[in-house]
């Protein structure tokens, strides 16, 4: 397996507003379900309604990662 980079675009965004993105190891699994993040999450504010945050984590190539954006204290 390689050590892969990962770069994540999130749209949709409000600009000026507070976001938490976080980062969890293998694929949603359903309602119901709590994953167990990876890392800490990471707080970031756009100023547009599109954000890019490149992932300093690599990914295996033979595992699956995914991430989710929140706003700030949901």
Do not use: I, K
């Amino acid at each position: 397996p390689a050590a892969l980079r990962a770069t994540v675009t999130m749209s949709g965004l409000h600009a000026g507003r507070v976001y938490t993105l976080t980062r969890y190891a293998g694929l949603p699994r359903g309602a119901g379900t709590v994953p167990t993040p990876e890392f800490p999450p990471v707080t970031f504010t756009p100023q547009a309604d599109t954000f890019v945050y490149a992932d300093p984590h690599t990914v295996t190539s033979n595992d699956a990662t995914h991430w989710v954006a929140v706003p700030a204290g949901s």
